[in-house]
């Protein structure tokens, strides 16, 4: 009886910090300290069990000890710490019972993230007759979370609302979750989330065609339907074209793209990182300090423009990519590992089209973000993978 309470609480408190995740960054961190203290008091632990725990261990094993042997790991704690919440996370996540509850918990705390930020948005248009959701500084200040993030935190929990809704019996309930997905669509339209918007749209697609099990005929129907709604929704939002930096001919939008796209200069940088005569092929650098270090000395000169250049050296930009950040910070070896936690999901994942989805959704994040250098970032992966590894594990048990 006592087993089952503590269970129960333990699943409790893990969806709060799944609410809270939209809202705060510090209430997470102090629920992850009370998770750990109820998992103390659980009566069956899962620890290092599962292959995935196994492979994430070792991965992250093997950062913190080259950090460690060459008297780097106090100068980078700041951001070898993630690598531990994740660790820490992977283990908790796959301790939950009711993974309901969980699902529950961070669908209702984006929701009312994404709300706040509607009304955000709202006033400011009553104000201002526009949506500064093109290249502008008013983003930051309307949006509660960076906007990628919060696109992707959007496209995580539609897709979560698709797993919960077969275990939801009640009709009402049903309704209600099916309108938070579409707010929360709608939401990711405004603000226009390039890369989570087109995952979405895909995932759509595939599902929509998957549901109704349409004809060739039917098929190219629905396709050319598709294809009507979505010109309409880019002639109505005109911040989705100046998103993707679209102009009157490729030539002129290829001008654009590598003049407003940050990628194409670090992306260059890192590059000329990897000839770098200090950089190990195998280990990487021995101080990931240095990453930053060389990157900064890229853009001052590999940018003409002043203003531009400033920005980059001011802003600090990272890698935009964390394959290549893993590469720099571990070499051929970190990278290896790294791949290989990601080929053991897709193996586990194969079966199971959301989770695939899921999988394949983190990792063209990861092409274009750092999800390892924020908080955010290594409490969604931290927590999402583990939890659809527990789904499938789970089905794959009956």
Request: proline residues 2%; positive net charge; hydrophobic residues 55%.
């Amino acid at each position: 009886m006592i087993a089952k309470r503590i269970d129960h609480i333990f699943d409790i408190v893990f969806s709060i910090l799944l609410f809270s995740l939209s809202l705060s960054m510090a209430i997470p961190n102090i629920l992850l300290f009370v998770l750990f203290l109820v998992f103390l008091f659980k009566k069956d632990k899962i620890i290092i069990t599962t292959w995935y725990l196994k492979f994430v261990f070792l991965f992250v094993f093997y950062i913190l000890i080259k950090a460690l042997f060459f008297n780097a790991l106090v100068d980078n704690f700041g951001i070898y710490k993630y690598l531990g919440i994740v660790l820490a996370l992977s283990v908790l996540m796959y301790n939950i019972k009711n993974i309901s509850i969980v699902i529950k918990g961070y669908v209702f705390g984006l929701f009312v993230g994404v709300i706040v930020s509607l009304l955000k948005v709202f006033n400011f248009y009553f104000e201002f007759k526009t949506l500064p959701f093109g290249n502008t500084a008013e983003v930051h200040e309307l949006l509660l979370i960076h906007r990628p993030y919060f696109g992707f935190m959007c496209l995580l929990s539609i897709i979560l609302i698709d797993v919960l809704l077969p275990k939801i019996k009640l009709k009402n309930e049903k309704i209600v979750f099916i309108v938070i997905a579409f707010i929360i669509a709608f939401f990711m339209y405004v603000i226009v989330a390039r890369l989570s918007l087109f995952l979405l749209i895909i995932y759509l697609i595939i599902r929509f065609i998957n549901y109704f099990k349409f004809s060739l005929t039917r098929s190219i129907v629905g396709f050319f339907a598709i294809f009507v709604l979505l010109s309409g929704a880019f002639t109505l939002n005109k911040n989705l074209k100046n998103r993707l930096h679209i102009e009157n001919s490729y030539s002129e939008t290829l001008k654009v793209v590598k003049n407003q796209e940050p990628r194409f200069v670090i992306w260059t940088c890192f590059f000329d990182q990897v000839k770098n005569s200090n950089f190990n092929m195998y280990f990487g650098y021995n101080n990931r300090n240095s990453t930053q270090e060389e990157l900064n000395n890229c853009y001052k000169v590999s940018i003409d423009n002043v203003s531009k250049r400033d920005y980059f050296i001011e802003t600090q930009f990272n890698t935009h990519n964390q394959f290549f950040d893993v590469f720099l910070d571990g070499g051929i070896i970190g990278l290896s590992l790294f791949l290989l936690l990601l080929m053991s999901l897709a193996y586990t994942f194969n079966e199971s089209f959301n989770a695939i989805f899921i999988l394949l959704s983190f990792i063209l994040f990861f092409t274009f973000e750092n999800l390892f250098h924020r908080q955010l970032g290594v409490f969604l992966f931290g927590i999402i993978i583990p939890l659809f590894h527990k789904i499938v594990l789970k089905k794959n048990e009956k």
